[in-house]
């Protein structure tokens, strides 16, 4: 990795990259006086952005049951879905596994995003013109956050801001201290005492099933089913006095994590961040890094939008591994062993995630 680079203008960048043409390209989320120093302590650090990542390698979907496995490297143990951080058989923590990213997975980190914006305005204040969206190119979205305000932040003060945003130490009993005498719903009160009450509002429609994967225990459910319609009402009518104490503190303990956003809070508190630059190419999957403005998050497609290469000759390709693949709006299923004439972004995203190799005319074929 080239690193500690400095330059005075966008063109001079870009020649820079032209010339040198780096597989991914990264800048740093800090300001500096002399970014091209080597020593860190050399710098001057003036101030960060606050960035956000989000990763659908984080999010529990239903699609990584289909497309990713796991095994753990101590006991063998293997299984499907989304990557425990312990080995339910060994109770060791090394694994290894093979992921995947499908639209889905780009839905839910779209959705996660627009969650995030949502407290960021809201509750923190911040104007759509501090915002800035940028798609990564692979697994999710990062959120930039400028202004003087949050400049100067040290990690502490952005471990509070992510504790604030993941829900990290809520505690409902500290946010509705009146449970014990009748919780009054608010659905338009700032914080989290509203975005609780709006969730819990939206979970008593949920299925059962639904409140099961949410953590909500047996007897909670059967409750909430069995008085569904009554406690709709009530909520309403911004009472909920009919719902027993812990079944209530059990409810608005799932919206917490219903409403919490799962930012890798790593990046945050990282005041000398590297974050993949926007326009560039992702290395993995040749897609764009495109940055977008708040409004324009709804309706962006990546596996759309994202390509960079959209016109040119076939190339040919044979697959090693047949996942699932979608494209340009068009929908591909492969056979292992199979030999296709992709397009250019089709080829280059099969290569990159390691799904195919370049056929050769000799039929020796190399793994790219």
């Known amino acids: ?196 009450a709006r969730a819990a509002y939206s979970l008593l429609l949920k299925k059962a099933e639904e409140l099961r994967e949410l953590g909500l225990p047996g007897r909670a459910i059967k409750f909430l089913e069995e008085h569904r319609d009554r406690l709709l009402a009530e909520f309403l009518r911004g009472e909920a006095s009919a719902i027993p104490r812990k079944t209530l503190e059990k409810l608005l303990q799932a919206a917490a994590r219903v409403e919490a956003s799962l930012v890798d809070t790593v990046v945050t508190t990282d005041v000398h961040r590297l974050i993949r630059l926007p326009g560039s190419l992702h290395g993995k999957t040749g897609l764009r890094v495109v940055p977008l403005r708040v409004e324009q998050l709804p309706e962006f497609n990546p596996l759309v939008e994202a390509l960079a290469f959209k016109d040119g000759e076939k190339v040919k390709v044979r697959v090693v591994k047949a996942k699932p693949l979608k494209l340009g709006g068009v929908e591909y299923r492969f056979r292992p062993g199979e030999l296709v004439e992709a397009s250019k972004a089709q080829a280059v995203y099969m290569l990159g995630m390691g799904m195919g190799v370049l056929a050769q005319p000799s039929g020796a074929e190399e793994v790219v």
């Open 1 to 196: 990795m080239l690193r500690h680079k400095g330059f005075r203008s966008l063109t001079e960048l870009t020649a820079f990259l032209s010339s040198f043409t780096p597989s991914d390209a990264y800048y740093s989320s800090a300001y500096y006086e002399k970014p091209e120093a080597e020593d860190m302590a050399g710098k001057g650090w003036l101030g960060a952005d606050l960035v956000f990542d989000i990763d659908s390698d984080h999010l529990p979907t239903r699609c990584k049951a289909t497309h990713d496995v796991w095994k753990c490297l101590d006991c063998g143990f293997e299984g499907r879905g989304l990557e425990p951080e312990r080995c339910p058989r060994c109770g060791k923590r090394r694994m290894e596994a093979e992921k995947w990213v499908c639209e889905e997975c780009l839905e839910a980190a779209k959705r996660e995003t627009m969650k995030l914006l949502s407290m960021l305005e809201e509750d923190f204040g911040f104007s759509p013109s501090q915002l800035e969206v940028v798609f990564s190119g692979h697994r999710g979205y990062h959120v930039h956050v400028s202004g003087e305000t949050i400049l100067g932040l040290n990690s502490e003060e952005r471990k509070e801001i992510v504790d604030y945003v993941t829900a990290s130490g809520l505690k409902v009993s500290l946010l509705y201290p009146e449970l014990e005498g009748g919780l009054k719903i608010d659905f338009s009160a700032e914080g989290w005492r509203g975005r609780l």
